[in-house]
């Protein structure tokens, strides 16, 4: 089956103005401008069709009729699966894209858990989607997950799980993510380590710039290193 007419990314993202005023992460519209570019870009190295929902597209009075209206518009489009993601997970992979996307060609449904008991990613078929039990999920909540794998399981033939996987809504999910900073983007580490102030002196742990930059195409051979400082688990906040 050619997943190139049949399956669509809905990136269900809003603006960083909005994330800003939501999120409780100070002064962090820079970060979420580049979480959303990083997202799209990653998106569309699938080779599929990907539609950016911002909260000026959206529709409906909560987040669950919001949530739900876009789902089903993109299947009004004429597809049979939809991949829909955020802009808050940085350790989203464009392979995560891609077996989601091969797992719904198979007739099955993927979900991609959130530490916070969330979900980063849901690949949904189209026979599978009921707009009133779906609206009517505990959304922007901690059963969130529980409730929706149950009713997942109920719909379809196979529930497959992608791994666990951090989000960004506070402070404490950057510190977070900085225990695995180096499979983290320059650009992200860098703009985390900002908001977070962590204060210098430290200690510094070498990266190999190829290794920092693992999924970038650079060829150059022999990159010099670069001094990165390393942060522990939890950064002393100035």
């Not at 992200?188 to 977070?196: D, E, M, S, V």
């Amino acid at each position: 089956m050619n997943t190139l007419h049949t399956t669509a990314i809905l990136v269900f993202a809003n603006s960083a103005k909005e994330e800003l005023a939501n999120k409780s992460i100070p002064n962090s519209e820079e970060l979420f401008d580049k979480l959303t570019q990083n997202t799209l870009l990653k998106a569309k190295k699938t080779g599929l069709p990907t539609f950016h929902f911002t909260d000026k597209d959206q529709v409906g009075s909560n987040f669950g009729e919001r949530f739900t209206n876009a789902i089903a518009t993109v299947f009004e489009k004429g597809f049979d699966n939809i991949i829909t993601i955020g802009n808050d997970t940085p350790h989203l992979k464009t392979q995560h894209l891609k077996k989601t996307a091969k797992q719904l060609a198979l007739g099955k449904t993927i979900i991609g858990p959130s530490v916070d008991g969330g979900f980063y990613l849901l690949g949904l078929q189209k026979n599978n989607f009921d707009v009133s039990k779906f609206e009517k999920l505990p959304w922007q909540r901690y059963s969130l997950y529980s409730h929706i794998s149950t009713w997942l399981q109920s719909e379809s033939s196979e529930l497959i799980k992608l791994p666990v996987l951090q989000d960004v809504d506070n402070e404490k999910d950057l510190r977070s993510l900085l225990l695995f900073s180096k499979t983290l983007s320059t650009s992200i580490l860098l703009l985390i380590i900002g908001l977070l102030r962590v204060k210098l002196g430290l200690f510094h742990k070498k990266y190999n710039f190829i290794n920092l930059l693992s999924n970038r195409c650079f060829y150059n051979k022999g990159s010099p290193e670069i001094s990165f400082v390393y942060y522990p688990p939890y950064p002393i906040i100035g």
